[in-house]
């Protein structure tokens, strides 16, 4: 038996009692191999319902590993397809080809579940990333205990995974923003297929613009003297439950995301638009970066912005993203604000 064989069984047996706790959740899709603690650094390997999807971001596999891979799937989860996808460029952009026939199947609109809520899901679309980030399902689980009767807004929503979760568990509101219409219309794609009392809203927008007009803020017409793309006007609101999800690093007009260096940016405002006594979830997807330091820093931005943090709950990703030394990459904490 191979390492790489045997590794994919360890992960298997690790898995076991979770993969039946999820899916007593009415859960389809989960990670079957997190490399970069499960012994291949650089490869990912998830199930999105009738589909595995394995991906690599380091360096590609060889046609005797992917053959090994497949071979040990056509053994436990024989009724799966498998699609390959190498993002290990720079830009994280897919580089392989695929057979006509596999490409069919990567290509394929398949519904997966989740605590009881359908998404969409394809391994190959126009962009990159899946359209729903496994990681964050834990997040997603405490929205639906959370949000039942509660007004929700979801910044950085992507493919609004949140703010459908959030509708299923029957918030009053709920309010996506993203600057990216075609994730937006993926959302609006995941509502329809769940049964909702309330109809999630999508707002395509710049997050800085949005989140500084609902917060009071405000955002002007012209920064530094240069006049801003044109954005929704919004009235300040505010909301029972906010959820924050900012990637890694952007720039647009409006402002710069940077997770490492200035969190606060994104934070006081996402904070003001938080009812008093409201919830607010924080996610920061940056390693290097220290939970503990990035909470505090956090409270004192809360301080400074008038606001108190009454209480922190540390929201862990589920088993099947596993961590060497206790502290993930991802990073949610749920704030009493």
């Excluded at 579940?113 to 990333?129: C, I, M, P, S, W």
Aim: aromatic share 8%; hydrophobic share 40%.
């Amino acid at each position: 038996m191979s390492t790489l064989t045997e590794l994919l069984r360890r992960a298997d047996a690790a898995r076991a009692a979770l993969i039946e706790r999820l899916a007593a959740e009415d859960t389809n899709c989960y990670r079957l191999f997190h490399g970069s603690v499960e012994g291949v650094p650089g490869l990912a390997i998830d199930r999105y319902g009738e589909q595995i999807l394995a991906q690599t971001f380091h360096q590609p596999l060889s046609d005797a590993e992917l053959e090994e891979i497949r071979a040990h799937y056509r053994q436990t989860l024989p009724e799966l397809a498998l699609v390959y996808n190498d993002r290990s460029d720079g830009n994280s952009r897919i580089r392989n080809a695929l057979p006509l026939a596999e490409q069919a199947v990567a290509e394929q609109d398949v519904t997966i579940r989740e605590n009881g809520v359908a998404f969409h899901y394809q391994a190959r679309h126009k962009g990159q990333d899946p359209w729903l980030f496994l990681d964050l399902r834990a997040a997603r689980r405490r929205v639906m205990q959370l949000a039942e009767g509660k007004s929700v807004l979801n910044l950085f929503s992507y493919t609004c995974g949140v703010g459908v979760a959030a509708a299923k568990a029957g918030a009053s509101f709920v309010l996506n923003v993203d600057f990216a219409e075609s994730s937006l219309s993926v959302g609006r794609a995941n509502a329809k297929l769940n049964l909702l009392a309330t109809r999630p809203r999508c707002l395509h927008s710049d997050v800085f613009a949005a989140v500084r007009q609902l917060s009071g803020i405000g955002q002007p017409d012209r920064v530094r003297g240069k006049k801003m793309p044109p954005f929704p006007k919004l009235e300040p609101r505010q909301f029972d439950l906010v959820f924050l999800d900012p990637p890694r690093y952007s720039k647009s007009p409006f402002g710069v995301v940077d997770l490492v260096n200035d969190y606060q940016a994104l934070f006081k405002p996402a904070l003001l638009a938080t009812a008093p006594g409201g919830m607010l979830i924080c996610c920061n997807n940056v390693a290097e970066v220290d939970g503990d330091a990035w909470l505090e820093s956090l409270k004192r931005s809360a301080a400074k912005a008038g606001r108190e943090v009454r209480s922190a709950e540390w929201i862990v990703p589920d088993e099947d993203f596993p961590s060497s030394d206790g502290k993930p990459p991802l990073k949610i904490v749920l704030l009493d604000v």
